[in-house]
């Protein structure tokens, strides 16, 4: 029972280059999240989803995209990487409103 | 929009004493109030939840208070141990509707239990 997943759990890339972030869960949870984590700034939500094809915004969108074709799955894409992006990302997944389930983070560094 | 405020920032505790790490939100239509634990190098864990509907939840060594009056809400453990070592995190949302619950995070309390 793996829950949920993500990779890689540590990247490493430069300034400008495309990287994706993925996400896995086998739980067919609803609803999916995407946190960046920062110190001095606790968790912000990037993008959310509430099922396969619908995804909305969350506090600090600017220079992600995520899609959702899938229920399972829900890869967070970096467009142009640059520096301030460096961070580690979570991903979380609900079934019902309240309770989030968290995967173990990627660790994403911009040089 | 919602703004939620966390303290300490650092907490450190003899095993067998008391922590409690305080939270306060801004907007008073908020009705759903989580904790999560993050160990070093994990995902954080939910350990308990409370809604607005509710002043106070127990699960054996850890309680949240709520004060909705003041807009704050607490985490106590009791009896600490070398495990509790973690950073705790608050969180506070509302539920619009039928929408998805979206989470504003405290900005963590790093605790320290020392045996």
């Known amino acids: 029972d793996a829950g949920i997943t993500q990779s890689p759990r540590y990247k490493i890339t430069e300034t400008g280059r495309q990287v994706t972030l993925m996400c896995h869960q086998t739980?067919?949870?609803?609803?999916m999240f995407w946190y960046r984590q920062d110190l001095g700034h606790g968790l912000r939500l990037i993008y959310y989803?509430?099922?396969?094809?619908?995804?909305d915004k969350g506090e600090v969108p600017d220079g992600y995209v995520v899609s959702r074709s899938k229920t399972e799955n829900f890869p967070l894409t970096l467009e142009s990487a640059t520096r301030s992006q460096t961070s580690v990302y979570f991903c979380?997944?609900?079934?019902?409103?309240?309770?989030?389930?968290f995967g173990p983070g990627t660790r994403l560094t911009v040089t | 929009g919602e703004n939620v405020e966390q303290h300490p920032s650092t907490l450190s505790v003899q095993e067998g004493d008391s922590a409690v790490i305080k939270c306060t939100y801004s907007?008073?239509?908020?009705?759903?109030f989580p904790w999560y634990k993050q160990e070093l190098g994990k995902g954080p864990q939910l350990i308990i939840d409370?809604?607005?509907?509710?002043g106070e939840k127990k699960d054996q060594r850890i309680a949240v208070t709520l004060n909705k009056t003041a807009k704050h809400f607490s985490l106590h453990i009791t009896e600490t141990q070398p495990e509790d070592s973690a950073v705790y995190f608050c969180?506070?949302?509302?539920?619009?509707?039928?929408?998805?619950?979206?989470?504003?995070f405290g900005t963590g309390t790093l605790l320290a239990v020392q045996p």
């Open positions: 979380a997944s609900s079934e019902y409103v309240y309770e989030q389930y």
């Open positions: 739980w067919s949870h609803s609803y």
């Open positions: 989803s509430a099922a396969a094809d619908i995804t």
């Open positions: 907007d008073s239509a908020s009705n759903y």
């Open positions: 409370i809604r607005s509907n509710v």
């Open positions: 969180a506070a949302s509302r539920r619009y509707g039928g929408a998805t619950n979206k989470l504003i």
